[in-house]
């Protein structure tokens, strides 16, 4: 045996797994003159089978549960990147329980918000990601009645004359009232929700400005940091998040309001146009200012440590308790060397709506006022979650590392560690549970789902990971432009550095979060699988003025980097080149 064996089985493998974009198993050998042939290759399958298995036994759990016409909705969780971690998703799954921040803000509201699941949540986990059940959350909102939730474009109530029964008929005058009330308040006391809401987000900042145990957690005594990661947890679920819900709520209704006015003055496409130009630049949030400041202090280091002061709390993948924020790692690396800014001429909406004239543009003007103070005030409410979920975070990792269970804390769920602590005799039982979790919930994260899906259209998504050598996709629009580069698909901030990146990057991600700014500032324009007209994704792209289109499912695995692509911002569209040359119809 030779060196020079060797390293041709080292070459013909690399070349191998080169060809295929894959890696590979190889079959080889080497005849009497000690030529070196490759015989056969192919894609490593063995992972593949793992996957195709835990594919199966999920639909499989949800065949046996729920009906084929079953209908769930992701898009309250667009911008999460990835399935979360078990302790993420058990922290939410409990927010939208009976006791739960969403039940509190639908009564708020004046719905019925009584849920009552066989599973206490209307959340779940479907191939790994958080999806509400549809129809589980029809009854909450007036209980019995003949209206079923269509889920598309966005989920609204539908009359269903199959639904229609004696007893609903008989008790019809009391969701009726409900509804008309719902309706009166949506129309006429949104500006005093909106004033409540400030005033709940002031106090709930001076709580958290108040709370400076995070500096000495460590000399706390193990059942004072136990006791103190329940407390925070249960505010989290119970409290903290009733009045971003109660705010979600409201931009939907008013958006609905605003397109429907504009839809009186102009065309419909027109209209949606108009709409997105105007939450372009003539709307700041405190996202946007989050994104200008990171810009700052990766061009001059002395405001860095400003910038964490501010927003250390924020960071890649935040919604998933299991990532590390700004402010335990370094968000000022190499790769946020270039950060170019394109700037976006301001848009005088006011003058725009007054064109409408004096009747018809103080309606618009009016709803327009108050969708700026939602979006303004929800960012705000987003960003002091933050705030409060680093402080579950870090007490969090305290109790792993006393537990001795940092690698696999996050994927348990908050009772499975509330045992580790009272019965330490089931922690191998629990930690295998956690390492299955974990294992599993990486075999699912290649399923690409659409953002709402019903079960019968599961199975067909669940090959989604094999290209089908499509040119054409269509998503949602974010931000409207066209634009004609180069695909980088990156699963992560952190895969790549920014020199490697092409002037023309078009960027295909999963969903983008504020640990993309770095990068997403050097895209001509981009695309992601997740992510609504309300996303950090929409947010960031309409500032910057650059295309973004959205709700493209399994975009990642259809689209290889150095792709030469189109982006239609406009309408929503992104078009592989032709290969005959770049053209674009």
């Known amino acids: 045996w030779t060196e020079k064996m060797t390293q041709s089985i080292l070459q013909g493998g690399v070349a191998a797994e080169k060809y295929l974009q894959k890696p590979a198993d190889m079959e080889w050998a080497i005849d009497k003159k000690n030529r070196f042939w490759v015989l056969q290759a192919r894609p490593i399958t063995t992972h593949l089978t793992h996957r195709q298995r835990d594919f199966d036994t999920e639909l499989s759990r949800l065949r046996s549960k729920y009906s084929d016409d079953t209908v769930w909705d992701g898009q309250t969780f667009s911008d999460w990147a990835s399935a979360p971690s078990e302790l993420t998703f058990d922290l939410w799954q409990k927010a939208f329980s009976t006791e739960g921040a969403f039940s509190k803000a639908l009564i708020e509201l004046g719905y019925l918000g009584k849920i009552n699941s066989a599973e206490g949540s209307i959340l779940e986990r479907v191939f790994g990601r958080p999806y509400l059940n549809l129809h589980q959350l029809e009854p909450l909102y007036f209980g019995e009645i003949p209206y079923r939730i269509e889920a598309k474009p966005r989920p609204h109530l539908k009359f269903d004359p199959a639904k229609i029964t004696a007893k609903m008929i008989i008790n019809t005058p009391r969701p009726l009232m409900r509804m008309l009330k719902v309706a009166w308040r949506l129309k006429t006391h949104r500006n005093d929700l909106i004033e409540i809401a400030r005033k709940n987000h002031d106090l709930f900042l001076q709580e958290l400005n108040s709370q400076s145990h995070l500096f000495d957690i460590k000399q706390f005594s193990n059942a004072d940091i136990f006791e103190l990661w329940r407390t925070e947890i249960s505010k989290f679920h119970s409290h903290s998040m009733k009045w971003p819900f109660v705010l979600t709520f409201l931009i939907e209704s008013t958006m609905q309001s605003l397109q429907i006015l504009l839809q009186k003055v102009e065309p419909p496409e027109k209209a949606r146009l108009k709409l997105q130009k105007w939450m372009s630049s003539g709307i700041h949030t405190i996202t946007s200012e989050m994104a200008r400041s ?27 308790l299991a990532h590390p924020r700004w402010i335990e790692r370094n968000p000022f690396t190499e790769r ?15 003058n725009e709506i007054s064109a409408y004239g004096l009747m018809k543009g103080s309606v618009i003007s009016q709803e327009w006022v108050i969708l700026k103070k939602l979006l303004e005030l929800r960012e705000e409410w987003k960003n002091q979650i933050m705030r409060s979920y680093l402080e579950i975070r870090l007490l969090t990792l305290e109790l792993a590392r006393r537990l001795a269970i940092e690698k696999d804390v996050f994927w348990m769920t908050v009772s499975e560690i509330e045992q580790l602590s009272n019965h330490p005799q089931n922690r191998t039982d629990i930690i295998v549970q956690a390492q299955r979790r974990r294992q599993e919930n990486e075999n699912l994260s290649k399923v690409a789902l ?12 669940g090959n989604a990971t094999d ?3 499509k040119t054409l996709f269509k998503g949602e629009s974010l931000s409207a432009g066209l634009a004609y580069g180069t695909a980088v698909v990156l699963n992560s901030p952190d895969d790549i550095q920014t020199e490697e990146l092409p002037e023309d990057m078009i960027l295909f991600t999963e969903t983008i979060d504020p640990g993309w700014t770095a990068i997403f500032r050097r895209a001509k324009a981009i695309a992601t699988e997740h992510g609504g007209v309300l996303s950090h994704a929409a947010i960031i792209a309409r500032e910057m003025g650059i295309p973004a289109v959205s709700q493209l499912p399994g975009i990642r695995n259809q689209i290889t980097t150095g792709t030469k692509v189109w982006i239609d911002g406009t309408h929503g569209v992104v078009t592989l080149e032709d290969k005959n040359g770049p053209t674009y119809n």
Do not use: Y
């Open 450 to 461: 659409p953002l709402v899906v019903s079960l019968r259209e599961i199975e067909k998504h």
């Open 467 to 469: 290209s089908d050598h």
């Open 336 to 350: 946020c060397s270039v950060a170019n800014i394109k700037k976006v001429e301001p848009v005088q909406v006011e």
């Open 294 to 320: 990171l810009n700052q202090a990766i061009i001059h280091p002395e405001q860095r440590i400003d910038f964490l002061k501010s927003f250390g709390h924020r960071g890649p993948r935040e919604m998933d």
